[in-house]
């Protein structure tokens, strides 16, 4: 998405763009693919940073103007409600505020107070500094609030969609997952990815860039520490006056030749399952658009110790969104929860495929709703971290690439950028963004 949008900047002010991808179809694993029949999205539960066309200012407006596609062409269904389900709360948030608010002033009376000072500090820091140090998420929301448990509310759906640190992130990323999901909220494109996805590619050969897909590559070359250009895994050598790379940090160092330093791998992966249903979600009863549960007493988001754990997760009902029209969909449901990379590629082929078995069937029976939905499946798919590695290359299948971020886009190497995960803008509207103001801030001067 970052490689996109920032080929898209840059080809739009004359710039000569080649974009390059390993893959036959662009999004990373946010992309899509057909099987028996079927089309489905692969990573998209929901576009975040939902905001009206008139609110300017907003991330999702903003890099729409940037990019110069019309709001009303991403033709953007809105979800219902969503809800983040604890063993003895729960609490549902809209992309109207107010419902958030008013669940925390029910289940957490004594929070209340303490819960909008940090909104307030939340919309008031400045989390977009390209130079701000690492500070623990953690300790600052335990600085407004004293519940564990409603701490732990309002970070499980921060952390599931978008730290790559365990159990804690950066204050800044925390901000602007919190803004983009509980200030914003949660849409997508009526037709999934797919449409977001055509959009830009449309807009990318329009503007004159060329786009190869199927072409990896295999070394970034330097000559003088400056980028000169790629070889490409066919053996191919492109030379170039700057080369943007959205691979992430390690995985740019690996094809620099450089070593990747201790800490730069990130290590959080997910299992996912997606199951077509016989009768729509909304017909059994299930309401919400996406839940973010936790099934213990404390939330942990970690590597898991075996190959996966379904003790948290995030359950996503994308019937569950506001459409409104006539069109008849599937029941879809889709399961997310935490994984060990090392674990599964460990595994034998007769183990992978029982495994993947076995963590869809507990995913449905952590689910709070299995009895409703166990025997209504009509088709299953599921993935695996060493799928997140096939679509996306990161090291360790990490969902959320390096728990290292490169604000400021710069490597060592010169003419080299950074755009992406990486650089510590997450999600679809993040990753669009960051290849934005990559391009904006090195090579549209
Ligand atoms: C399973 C999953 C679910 C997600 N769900 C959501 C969601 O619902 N909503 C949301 O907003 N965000 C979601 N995200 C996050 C979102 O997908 C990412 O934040 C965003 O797409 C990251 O974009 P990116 O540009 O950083 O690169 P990536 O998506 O990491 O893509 C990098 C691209 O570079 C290509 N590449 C890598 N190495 C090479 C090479 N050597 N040569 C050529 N090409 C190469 C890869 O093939 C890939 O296409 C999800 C992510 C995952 C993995």
Known sequence: ????????????????????????????????????????????????????????SAPLTKLLRQLRIPYDELDLVEQSYSAIDFPENKICF???????????????????DGFMKLVEHVKTYDDVSLDAKYISAQEVVASFIQSKVLRDMIFCPVMY?????????????????????????????????????????????????????KTGVKEILRHNNKAIGVQLENGETIHAQNVLSSAGYGETLEMLNDEVPAGVAGELSFVESILVLDTPVKDLGLDETIIFFNREEEFHYRKTTSPYSCKSGVICMPGNFNYDDEVEREGLVRFTSLANYYLWKEMDETTYRRTKEEFVKEQINTSGFGDKIRDRVVYTDAFTPLTVKKFTSHINGAIYGSPIKVKSGAFDTENLYLCGTDQGFLGIVGALLSGISISNKYLLL
């Open 94 to 112: 809209g992309n109207s505020f107010t419902m958030m608010s008013d669940e925390i002033a029910r289940e957490f009376p004594s929070e209340v």
């Open 161 to 213: 969609y978008g730290s790559a640190v365990e159990d804690d992130m950066d204050f800044s990323q925390f901000c602007i997952m919190f803004k983009s999901l509980y200030l914003e909220g949660f849409c997508r494109p009526r037709t999934g990815v797919r449409h977001l996805l055509r959009i830009l590619r449309k807009k990318l050969l329009e503007n004159g860039a060329e786009v190869r897909m």
């Open 1 to 56: 998405m970052s490689g996109l949008a920032a080929g898209i900047r840059l080809a739009h002010y004359g710039k000569k763009v080649l974009v390059l991808e390993k893959h036959a179809i662009p999004g990373g694993l946010n992309s899509h693919f057909s099987k028996d029949g079927r089309r489905f999205d692969v990573g998209l539960h929901a576009m975040t940073n939902f905001v009206e066309r008139k609110q300017r």
